[in-house]
C-alpha cells in the first residue's frame, strides 16, 4: 500500500478513536452525572460485588492510589461504600449503595471498560504489535514524560508511568 494511503488511514483511525472515546464519555456524564474512570469504576464493582480496592485497581489497570482518589469522590456523593475487614484490618472492599446501583443499571458503557474487553482477548502478539505502534506515536508527538491521563478526565494514573519508565530504564 502507498505510504501516503497508509499515513492517511492511520490518522482516519486515530479521529475514529477520539471521536468513540468522546461520544462514549460524553453519553456516559450525560447519563449518569459521572466522569468516565468514576462510571467504569461502579460498572467493575457491580459485576465483582464487593471488591478489594487492590483488585479494582488491578482491574482497572490503574495504580491503587488513583483509584482510591476515585472512590473518595464516589463515596463522598453516595455512591460506593468500603468496608474495612473485620479479620485483616488492611484490607478494604468496595461495594455499591443502592444509589449506586441504580447508577448503573441506567449508565451506558464506558470506553475505557470496551477498551480494555476488547484488549483482553487478545493474543500476546497482536497485543505487541499494538503497544509497539502506541509508543511509535507517543514518540512522535513527544509525549513520553506526559503523566498518563485517564480518557477524558482530569485524573492521572501517575505511579504507573513511573513504574513503566523504571521498567524500560532497566531493559
Known amino acids: ?3 501516503k494511503v497508509l499515513i492517511a488511514d492511520i490518522i482516519d483511525n486515530l ?3 477520539f471521536q468513540a472515546v468522546n461520544e462514549q464519555s ?3 456524564e450525560f447519563a449518569t452525572g459521572l466522569t468516565g474512570p468514576q ?3 461502579i460498572k467493575v464493582i457491580a459485576e465483582s460485588g464487593p471488591i478489594r480496592v487492590s483488585d479494582l485497581a488491578e482491574r482497572m489497570y490503574l495504580h491503587p492510589a488513583t483509584v482510591v482518589g476515585i472512590l473518595d ?3 463522598s456523593h453516595g455512591i460506593v461504600q468500603r468496608v474495612r475487614s473485620k479479620d485483616d484490618r488492611r484490607v478494604v472492599r468496595v461495594g455499591l449503595t443502592d444509589s449506586g446501583h441504580e447508577l448503573v443499571a441506567k449508565a451506558p458503557q464506558v470506553a475505557q471498560g470496551l477498551l480494555v ?3 483482553e482477548i487478545l493474543s500476546a502478539k ?3 504489535s499494538i503497544a509497539s505502534g502506541l509508543d511509535h506515536l507517543v514518540k512522535i ?3 513520553q514524560k506526559l503523566p498518563p491521563q485517564l480518557m477524558l478526565s482530569p485524573e492521572v494514573n501517575m505511579s504507573r508511568m513511573k513504574s513503566r519508565r523504571i521498567h524500560k530504564t532497566q531493559e
Request: charged residues 40%.
Open 39 to 41: 462510571l467504569w469504576a
Open 126 to 128: 497482536e497485543l505487541e
Open 117 to 119: 474487553d476488547g484488549l
Open 26 to 28: 460524553k453519553k456516559a
Open 15 to 17: 479521529r475514529r478513536v
Open 73 to 75: 469522590r464516589l463515596e
Open 141 to 143: 508527538l513527544g509525549a
Open 1 to 3: 500500500m502507498q505510504k
